[in-house]
């Protein structure tokens, strides 16, 4: 094996265990570590226009899915502190936080009948 292959595989040795949360010398990055390897390889030989079997890469894609942590949405929150500095010397001063507004309902609007007046009508001589 030459030496940059050496450090290629070293290289994806320390990747796997960055990626898994384990030690360098666990022999689960190192195995993915191989995989990984035997992968480039594969790949290198399928650019290079010599005849593979692309089944064998599926296979190794395959072994590589089992071992690769499931992605999850990363979720933010956000926590809003109240700070007061000092004026002078930038310092931070201790203060209670403002008063969360409660969300009341409004009230209903009331309703309030008023009775329109009704027009007069005059007798000169109109039905």
Known sequence: MSVARV?????????????LRCKPTSEL?????????????????????RDIDPAALLRIDEALRQYMPTGEPAGVQFTIQVAKLCAKC?????????PVAEERPSPPPSLTVVPLKQPQRSNNGAP
């Open 7 to 19: 450090a290629q595989y070293r290289q994806l040795v320390k990747e796997a265990a960055k990626q």
């Open 29 to 49: 990055a190192r195995h993915v570590a191989t995989l990984r390897l035997a992968r480039s390889t594969y790949a290198e030989r399928l650019v290079a226009g």
């Open 90 to 98: 930038r310092a931070e001063l201790e203060v209670e936080p403002p």
